[in-house]
């Protein structure tokens, strides 16, 4: 309860100050997992995301984060969950596969850290490790504008992308390389696009 509360109050904010529009909410069903990937420029991505979407989602975020209490807490409350960077953090991707398998939505944004599109463009390859290891459908989002008060931000949610043909235990780089190729060429897309 106090979830959505949070995320009611957020959602309010966001509208007010970012005047959020969200195009694509029919991309997402009502049960069935996805990863959901975005682009990621602000620390406001991930709130703007998970407020406007219709469904509860889990977000994995820098564990560097959580060193702050009231963040958190917060996090906590909002299904927030660490991941260390620059290692392979095997909890917190066992956590994510047993989201995943249990029907959840898992929220990443696959270049790792705020980079804007521009500077990178390049994603990890955990998002498509995860995609291809459950066989799940991955949807990716385009965010769009500058995170500055009173500024137009636009979510736009694409169709999911099937990778299940790929599914594995065990990936080669290869297609890992291609699948999180895939994917981020996807989000340029959708943070490229008019709406």
């Known amino acids: 309860m106090l979830r959505k509360i949070i995320v009611f109050l957020v959602y309010i904010f966001n509208v007010i100050v970012f ?42 975020a820098k564990a560097e984060l959580f060193k702050n209490k009231f963040i958190k807490w917060l996090g906590d409350k909002c299904c927030v969950f660490p991941v260390k960077r620059g290692m392979r953090d095997i909890e917190s991707i066992k956590y994510s596969l047993k989201l995943l398998k249990d029907g959840e939505i898992l929220v990443i944004f696959p270049e790792g ?43 736009n949610i694409g169709e999911p992308l099937d990778f299940s043909q790929y599914k594995s235990n065990k ?3 290869e297609i890992l390389d291609k699948v999180s190729k895939e994917i981020m060429d996807n989000i340029i897309m959708l943070t490229n696009e008019n709406i």
């Open 171 to 173: 990936p080669e780089k």
């Open 19 to 60: 005047r959020v529009k969200c195009v694509g909410q029919e991309n997402i069903q009502n049960k069935g997992a996805y990863i959901i990937c975005a682009n990621h420029t602000s620390n406001w991505d991930a709130p703007i995301l998970v407020s406007n979407l219709k469904r509860k989602v889990y977000v994995m």
């Open 113 to 155: 850290t705020r980079k804007g599109l521009e500077k990178n463009g390049k994603a990890q390859n955990g998002v498509a490790y995860m995609a291809i290891r459950t066989g799940v459908p991955v949807i990716p989002v385009g965010i769009q504008g500058e995170m500055k008060p009173f500024r137009k931000v636009k979510l």
